[in-house]
Structures are given as C-alpha cells and as structure tokens.
C-alpha cells in the first residue's frame, strides 16, 4: 500500500495545473511513496494534452464534468494508499507540507483529516472559515439579532487561530489530507452536490461518526485563486455560481438539519431577495441611468427567488468504496 494519493480535478486550468504538479515534484520527500491521480473535467485547453506529455507517471481520468464530487469519487475507488490528500489544480505546494500533514496523522489516530495554511500569491495568509459548520436556523437568528446589538468586529475570525494547531468542523476540499479509513467509514462523497458545500457535508458525515478534524499551522499551500470559480470575471458565471451555492446550501440543512430549517433558511433568504426585487422595480421606474444593469441583476434575482420556491430533494445514500 502507498503511502499516499494525491487527487487533483482539473477544468481548463493546464497552466496553474502544470504549476501545481511540479510543486508536488519539488516537494514531495523521497521517503515517501505516493501517487499522483488528475481527473479532468472535460477541458478544452489543452489540459489533458499536457498531463500526458509532461508528466506520464501521473494516472489521468478523462471524464465529462459532472460535478467536483463525482470527479474526486472516481479517483477515490482507484487510489491504493492510506491517506489521500484532495488539492485544488490552481494550489502550489510549499516546501515539506505534504509531510507535515502525512506525520500528524500517523500520530493522532482518531483524527480522520487535517489541513493546513493557505497562502495569497504574495505570501500572505488567505482566511478560511472551515471552524464551524452552517449555523443552525437558530443560530442563525440569534445571530442576526446580535449583529444588531454588538458592533461588527464580534463576529470577525481570530486570526491568531492560524498559528496554532486546533481542531475545526470540517476541511476545505481545496487542499487536506484525509485517511482512507474514513471513506471506507462514512462513504465517498456526496455527488447530489454538484459543486460547492461537498466538502462541508463531507466534514459532517466525519464528524458524526467520531473522527475528529484538526488544522495544523504547516508552512502551507499557495493558492492561485479559483479560476474556475468565484472569481471568474464573467457576470453571468458568477451568477451561476452564486445560485449553485444557494441550491447546494439548501440542500445540506434538508440534509443534516432537517426539513423545518430548511423552510426557515429559505423563507429569510427569500425576503433578503424579495426587498432586492422591490429595490431594483423601482430604480428601474425612477432611474434612467444604469437601467440596463438593474434590469440585468433584476433577471438573476428573479431567478434566485424561482430556485428559492423549488423543492429540495436529497437521496441519504453517499457512493461507497
């Protein structure tokens, strides 16, 4: 059995994927044995081509896109070692990271996943909230009530967390290492989650069957910026993205915290979009200039409002090893 498995899924990303693979290069220590397994999602950028030539060691899945998880599950049923460590095509390792990750776990056994710092281009530390799970409805009222009463900076995350070891709630799928044990435990992912929120439910599932999730404060990975993603300078991609994120929100509190606060989420973000609907009707009645903008963003929040009204299915059965 190999030590290790680094699973990588890429969707036109080739330069920042060329990058993230001779890092791994770079870095890895020669002790240990591992491998590395890119599933590509369907791209047209020569992507596929590359993987091929400039690394033919690499174990390469040519798939159609559909979805993070099902892209990861695939290489999850072929992989042959006892850790695999799940990264984002646009991370670039940094010196001895991989190892750092690999030796706390030989050495907390019920912990089932670890990360470690991520970094801006410049070096500097990219917050990610991965703490807490999603507040329940509760919660999240009382939240919004006491953002009333306490100044703003009360709900800012403690930076000083990330220079210490501690535990967390769940990992970022973007870079983590995770035993192989847990996926035989607690099952693969979730492919019902297209993109977004997998790796939450994934940390849930963990979490409730008593492995515990740590983040060490390792030298880190470089992260290049989800390309793919969030910052993709196309209005209409966002868009997308932002309505995946809400269906994929949706669907975890159906999941995990039930029905009712389900209905409750959906009832608050509704009146969130509703008073933006109003907002729009009526710059576009009393404003001329800009019309062509607030009609545009009035189409996507009318198409939030139709997704909010939808029923939100699940299935409870997670693929299995």
Sequence with gaps: MLEMSILIVNFNNKLLLNNCLNSIYETMPFKRSYEIIVVDN????????MVQKKFPKVILIKNKNKGYGHAMNQALKISKSKYVVL?????????????????????NEKVGAVCCKILNPNLTLQVHDTSKFPATVKKLLLNIFLKKIFNKSFFKINLEDFDKIHKVDYVTGAACMIRMEVFQDIGLFDEQFFMFFEEIDLGYRLKKKGWETYYIPSKGIVHYGGVSSRQNPNPKIAEKYTLMCLKNMFLFYRKHYGFFSMFLLKCLQFLKYFIKFLSLQGKIILINKGKKEYKRDLKFVIAVLNLIIKRCKINSQVPSL
Excluded: H, Q, R, W
């Design 87 to 107: 990264l984002n095509d646009d991370m670039y390792l940094c010196p001895n990271t991989l190892n750092d990750l690999f030796i706390f776990l030989e050495k």
């Design 42 to 49: 369907g791209s047209n950028d020569g992507s596929v081509n």
